[in-house]
């Protein structure tokens, strides 16, 4: 009956009121951490198969909301995205690395490449390469020690924006990269008309290496194709000697994991960027 439907509704409610409610919390506490500088940047090196040496280094996001706990960007990207506030926290991410980067250098470290990943909202904003043109200049960082991170899968929501928008990247001399390639969907084509740099090979391949014999076959496969067209191949996820001489023989550029390092706190990365040699 109608009462019924109204008691089950007034039953229902309270709990969806909850949700909705923590959901808010956590939004405004990612609002308030932004406005307090509880972000941080953790920077993992990128080493170059040939020479041994570092030549980039991945900014990666952490939350320090309070004084033990470092909360990883798996629990809190997502509702940034959702909400838009990655929007800010994305730009301050660009500052802060175009920043450490640019010390980095004026203290003497090799030059090298800071990496950082691009949402969706970011990419699809319409002022990033403004907003990139505007942090480059502040921070007078040279725009080839800038690597810029888009997924396979951002790259093909909207190809023509995704040309359009790196194509403008390219021209300031960025450096941009394909992240987590292989799980998205781009076919020969639309890779061909991308205007990137370099192609990073997902981890899943790479920690799969052995227990997936096909594996082998993909990444063999992906570095000739990555080859064929010109770009570099970076390997992510590289957490053994094996996986890395196996990637070595193939002629994989850079590579990036455990095995080298873990991401660094801004010190600790600092100190690793001056061992330039790493083998
Ligand atoms: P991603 O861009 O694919 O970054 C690589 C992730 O793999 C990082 O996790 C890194 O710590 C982890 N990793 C690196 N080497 C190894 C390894 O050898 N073995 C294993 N098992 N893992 C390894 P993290 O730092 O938790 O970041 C997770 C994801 O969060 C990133 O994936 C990226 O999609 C996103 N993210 C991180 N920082 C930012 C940011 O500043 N902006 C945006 N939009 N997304 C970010
Ligand atoms: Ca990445
Ligand atoms: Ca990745
Ligand atoms: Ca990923």
């Not at 909850?18 to 993992?44: P, S």
């Amino acid at each position: 009956t109608k009462q019924q439907g109204k008691n089950n509704y007034q039953l229902y409610a309270p709990s969806m009121n909850t949700k909705a409610l923590e959901r808010l919390t956590l939004e405004n506490n990612l609002y308030k951490a932004l406005k307090r500088g509880e972000f941080l940047l953790h920077y993992q090196p990128q080493i170059d198969l040939n020479t041994g040496q570092i030549v980039g280094m991945e900014a990666l996001i952490r939350w320090q909301r309070d004084e033990v706990e470092l909360i990883s960007p798996a629990q809190f990207i997502p509702l940034a995205e959702e909400t838009g506030l990655i929007v800010a926290i994305g730009e301050w991410v660009l500052q802060t690395a175009c920043t450490q980067n640019r010390a980095w250098q004026l203290a003497g470290l090799p030059p090298l490449r800071v990496a950082i990943n691009l949402s969706a909202c970011q990419f699809q904003q319409g002022n990033l390469v403004q907003i990139v043109r505007q942090i480059l200049q502040q921070t007078g960082l040279d725009p080839q020690y800038l690597e810029l991170e888009i997924t396979e899968s951002i790259a093909m929501q909207d190809i023509n924006l995704t040309i359009t928008v790196l194509k403008e990247l390219k021209a300031m001399g960025i450096y941009i990269s394909i992240d987590d390639f292989g799980t998205g969907y781009s076919s020969l084509s639309t890779l061909r008309d991308f205007p990137v740099d370099a192609l990073k090979i997902d981890q899943s391949f790479i920690r799969e290496l052995w227990t997936h014999s096909s594996n082998k076959a993909i990444v063999k496969s992906v570095i000739a194709l990555g080859h064929g067209l010109g770009l570099k191949l970076i390997a992510e996820g590289v957490e053994t000697t094996e996986q890395l001489q196996f990637l070595r023989s193939l002629g994989c550029d850079v590579a990036q994991g455990y095995f080298i390092s873990r991401p660094l706190s801004t010190e600790a990365a600092t100190q690793f960027g001056f061992v330039s040699q790493i083998f």
